[in-house]
């Protein structure tokens, strides 16, 4: 599976962004779909896992209530609606995918990474 992510840029505090993940190259079927992010000078940190059906998601305590992660199979993408942004929120974010939502959530030994793409969030 090769992952493409876009949709970052740079906004101000409290806009929102719309962030996809094209996944191709092979079937993703069954594929749970995770979001990550990394600032810089820190560790790439988990953001929001989907489950390949859409059933079940799960979310950072710093982006719930404000960030909703989806997915349309049938245009294998995944996507991270992230509304009320916070400078705290600048960061490269990536998308991922695995088979386990467990392994998503843990961040260790996830089968694919997509390269990342930039949001800045101006205060």
């Known amino acids: 599976v090769q992952l493409q992510a876009s949709g970052g840029g740079l906004v101000q505090a409290g806009g929102s962004l719309r962030l996809s993940c094209a996944a191709s190259g092979r079937t993703f079927s069954g594929y749970a779909m995770g979001w990550f992010r990394q600032a810089p000078g820190k560790e790439r940190e988990f953001v929001a896992v989907?489950?390949?059906?859409?059933?079940?998601?799960y979310y950072a305590d710093s982006v719930k209530g404000r960030f909703t992660i989806s997915r349309d199979n049938a245009k294998n993408t995944v996507y991270l609606q992230m509304n009320s942004l916070k400078p705290e929120g600048t960061a490269v974010y990536y998308c991922?995918?695995?088979?386990?939502?467990?392994?998503?959530?843990?961040?260790?030994?996830?089968?694919?990474w997509g390269k990342g793409t930039q949001v800045t969030v101006s205060s």
């Open positions: 991922a995918a695995d088979t386990s939502i467990a392994t998503i959530v843990s961040y260790y030994g996830i089968d694919y």
């Open positions: 989907i489950s390949w059906s859409g059933g079940s998601t």
